[in-house]
């Protein structure tokens, strides 16, 4: 059984989605949970159509069915889990019927999905931004994290988590210590001990304190107390929700840095633009996917005069700076990671070469690497510490939906474009079309639109202009648009910057909106159009 | 994506006689795959490992003593104690003949050597069944109304280059209805099903629905059709152009396995690139995330790194 839970991976993981379809050619059951009924939905056995923001409802209604009905793995509870009893308790209100009334999830669905996830034989459960791009992004992973151990569906093979990575290096990013409070390897950086061997090895000092994460520099812009920034191969001038507070916040930095293969909208405002190589294939290092795979990039192009490696910008910047870090390549860089971070140290490029990657924790040269990482709860005993039950509380989306702002606007990708198009703009797809707001037709008849009409969008942050599309398979009250064409429809203009206090995600989920009709030629004509 | 095994299975293995060789092959093996594995070649265009034999060339066919026709080695499976010939000259003959109709009727110039070697080794001369033919519009040929040629001249598959969009073009004269690239789009992969058989017989054809052009149709220019294409029939709208100007030449060309740039499967892409230019991407059939196969942006959405003399490879694409 596998469940999409805020994934179109059909669209958004296409290679992965194939690997799905091969389940179900073989027998699997496949479940989709989103809001929209998209193209991955179509493949599903029973597609649950929830309200945006509405996750945690679900999740913990489907927890409490699967322990009234009895199918909780009690065994695997009691031996590999703690904090049950707050999470029973927790999750005790929320029966089907309540649930059915927060997610517009009925609740006879809501039942069988809860039965056929605790009855499977093996279950995956996979989910993307459609549970990460909310206020409340953490919790709403927990909630799912709850679902996997309450039934066991966790670190046995064919049975698991999986949340599928967005960027072919999202994961190998957090994983070399460039988030806020990690060191390479998962090491914490307020942890002394483990900070201690990565000193020595550096001969600094580390700060013991975890750094800002993006959402919290907007806001230290925001007070003044962040002046100067260094943004390596990333568009936020494009990317932030809210984004004219996000352009203000950057204009106003005393210093914008910007290393990258392009000259973004965001390398367009710096005081300096280092332009970098494109990382994937004009010059040498590793990524890791979704699986924890690393996996070699390989320069197979000259990069453009002018352009230079990252490595070298920064061993270069280190040297004026006054430090020498001399002339490393690719290889040597890895393998000082591997000398200091124990899930790396046993991939060495050779090895990385012949066995077309290693998945991480691969402590040493004759380690084959953990496709499995959990397995440790089916240890007997248990190995290390048992995994904690969360609990926690349906909390609806920030952007409140009112008489003024009655619309719910989502956003997500296409299959053909990525992000904010920087990249995807620059081939002929036959399937690029330009931005649109799609909504259901029967809303277009409601509110008077018609399809391909150019309507006025407004949120709480601000306003803007898109043709409207009518697509069927969104619900009635929902509307969906991307934000792969900033440049000429800046979707995220629309949306909040209300981010989770852990993750630092923005709600691009979950945006209120209203759609006005613009003035009519006869309007223009006799002097309707206003300011 | 995992590659460890849900359990050892113990396989029961068959014993069997290949060109007077005793050959141990595992139970459900196709005689291609034991064949192959005491080193015995069998020439194959239809069959790749990823998809579903479809048994539609022919070109493996092998003779099994006891049975009354000639067997596609790439979809029979082994038997206890079948006797197998896979060099006897009713094999022969009968790839040899195979091999003529499909050269006398498709153009072959841009298949492997591996297929103008296998014209050589069974003495295939298409040359005599005449001149090829200029074939009629073969897109509203019926089922049932084939038209003769000329005598002296050999039917043929002939007609124009399909160039319908930017990213591949459909050349079919060129295609042998091997079938592959139907397998790719439909149930073996992409499950997309924007093209499947039309006509039957001679007038049998590779089609989308309603021979619609391909931007009308239900293509995702996932390109997986292309990856598994033995003739060049199917081909990157880049390739097409430079062979067109006479600029292809695969000798200059390197091929460098990197990862994909776009979202965290982590897909291999093999980059094909000539002058410091990438001219088509490929992925490696046996890799264990692809098998070979990519989405629109893998395998075509690699142009931005070639388009930073304007500063900028954002905005949006002309159409």
């Known amino acids: ?531 | 994506m995992s590659v460890a095994p849900l359990r050892l299975v113990s396989r029961r293995t068959v014993e069997l006689t290949i060109d007077g060789q005793s050959v141990r092959a595992p139970e459900g093996a196709t005689i291609l795959q034991a064949a192959q594995s005491v080193g015995i070649a069998t020439p194959t265009l239809c069959y790749l490992e990823t998809l579903t034999p479809v048994n539609a060339c022919r070109v493996c066919v092998v003779e099994v003593e006891g049975s009354r026709v000639l067997v596609p080695a790439c979809a029979r499976k082994v038997e206890p104690n079948m006797v197998v010939h896979t060099n006897s000259a009713r094999v022969r003959h009968s790839r040899r003949m195979v091999l003529e109709l499909l050269a006398s009727s498709v153009d072959l110039s841009y298949a492997p050597a591996e297929v103008q070697g296998y014209l050589a080794e069974y003495g295939a001369q298409p040359e005599r069944y005449g001149q090829p033919a200029a074939a009629p519009d073969r897109d509203h040929a019926h089922a049932g109304h084939h038209t003769p040629v000329a005598d002296g001249y050999a039917a043929t598959v002939a007609q124009p280059v399909k160039v319908d969009n930017d990213l591949y073009v459909r050349d079919y004269a060129r295609c042998i209805l091997c079938y592959k690239c139907v397998e790719a789009c439909g149930v073996d992969a992409q499950n997309t099903f924007a093209i499947a058989v039309a006509g039957r017989g001679f007038e049998a054809r590779i089609s989308t629905e309603f021979n619609h052009i391909l931007p009308d149709s239900a293509c995702v220019y996932c390109g997986n059709c292309i990856g598994v294409c033995p003739t060049g029939a199917l081909m990157f709208k880049s390739e097409h152009d430079m062979r067109a100007a006479g600029a292809w030449d695969e000798s200059r060309q390197t091929r460098t396995d990197t990862i994909c740039p776009y979202c965290g499967v982590g897909c291999t892409l093999q980059l094909h690139v000539q002058d410091n230019r990438i001219v088509k991407v490929t992925s490696p059939q046996d890799n264990d995330v692809t098998s070979g196969h990519l989405c629109v942006k893998g395998r075509f959405g690699w142009q931005f790194v070639q388009n930073r003399g304007d500063g900028r490879g954002g905005g949006v694409a002309a159409p």
Not at chain 1, 142 to 152: D, K
Not at chain 1, 155 to 174: A, E, T
Not at chain 1, 311 to 335: F, K, M, Y
Not at chain 1, 484 to 513: C, M, R, V, W, Y
């Open chain 1, 1 to 531: 059984m596998v469940i999409l839970w805020g994934s179109n991976a059909r669209e958004t993981h296409p290679i992965f989605f194939l690997h799905v379809l091969k389940a179900l050619r073989n027998g699997a059951r496949l479940y989709v949970i989103d809001p929209r009924r998209t193209s991955s939905a179509q493949w599903a056995d029973r597609w649950l159509g929830l309200d945006v923001g509405s996750d945690i409802a679900l999740a913990n209604a489907i927890g409490r069915e699967i322990i009234a009905a009895g199918l909780a793995n009690e065994e695997f509870i009691s031996r590999a889990t703690t904090d049950f009893e707050a999470y029973k308790a927790c999750v005790e209100p929320y029966t089907l019927e309540y649930a059915e009334r927060e997610t517009g999830v009925p609740a006879e669905a809501i039942r069988e999905l809860a039965h056929a996830y605790a009855r499977a034989d093996r279950a995956q459960l996979c989910w993307t931004l459609g549970i990460t791009e909310h206020h409340n992004a953490v919790d709403n992973v927990l909630a799912l994290i709850n679902l996997s151990l309450l039934t066991g569906h966790v670190g046995r093979y064919g049975s698991g988590l999986n949340p599928l990575r967005g960027q072919n290096n999202v994961q190998g990013g957090g994983d070399m210590g460039a988030i806020p409070n990690k060191l390479p390897g998962g090491n914490d950086v307020e942890d002394d001990a483990a900070r201690r061997p990565f000193e020595e090895a550096w001969g600094v000092k580390i700060p013991p304190k975890r750094g800002m994460h993006l959402s919290q520099m907007f806001h230290a812009m925001e007070t003044g107390d962040l002046n100067a920034l260094y943004v390596i191969g990333e568009n936020p001038a494009q990317s932030e929700a809210d984004m004219e507070k996000a352009l203000r916040l950057l204009s106003g930095l005393e210093c914008l840095v910007v290393q990258d293969m392009f000259l973004t909208k965001t390398a367009e405002l710096a005081t300096v633009v280092l332009p970098a190589t494109a990382a994937w294939c004009e010059s040498e290092g590793t990524v890791t996917s979704s699986e924890r795979r690393v996996q070699r990039c390989r320069k197979a192009l000259d990069p453009p005069e002018g352009a230079r490696d990252d490595i070298e910008i920064l061993c270069e910047l280190a040297r004026l700076l006054g430090r020498n870090w001399g002339e490393p390549t690719a290889e040597q860089v890895w393998d000082e990671l591997r000398s200091l971070s124990d899930w790396h140290r046993g991939m060495s490029y050779p090895r990385l070469e012949a066995l077309h990657g290693l998945h991480w924790p691969c402590p040493s040269e004759d380690h084959p690497g953990s496709p499995l990482l959990h397995d440790r709860l089916w240890q007997d005993p248990v190995g290390g510490r048992p995994a904690p039950f969360s609990v926690v509380e349906h909390d609806p989306p920030v952007d409140k939906l009112t008489d003024e702002f009655p619309i719910r606007l989502t956003t997500g990708r296409r299959l053909e474009s990525f992000n904010t198009g920087v990249q995807t703009g620059g081939f002929r797809s036959p399937l690029h079309r330009s931005e649109s707001l799609d909504i259901h037709p029967s809303d277009g008849a409601r509110w008077n639109v018609a399809d391909g009409e150019v309507v006025r969008i407004v949120s709480r942050r601000g306003a803007i202009e898109a043709p409207v599309r009518y697509d069927p398979t969104l619900r009635p009250g929902l509307t969906f648009m991307t934000f792969h064409f900033q440049d000429e429809i800046a979707t995220n203009i629309l949306t909040i910057d209300a981010t989770d206090p852990k993750s630092g995600t923005a709600e691009f989920k979950a945006a209120a909106i209203r759609v006005e009709k613009l003035p009519g030629p006869a309007d223009i004509a006799a002097g309707g159009l206003g300011d």
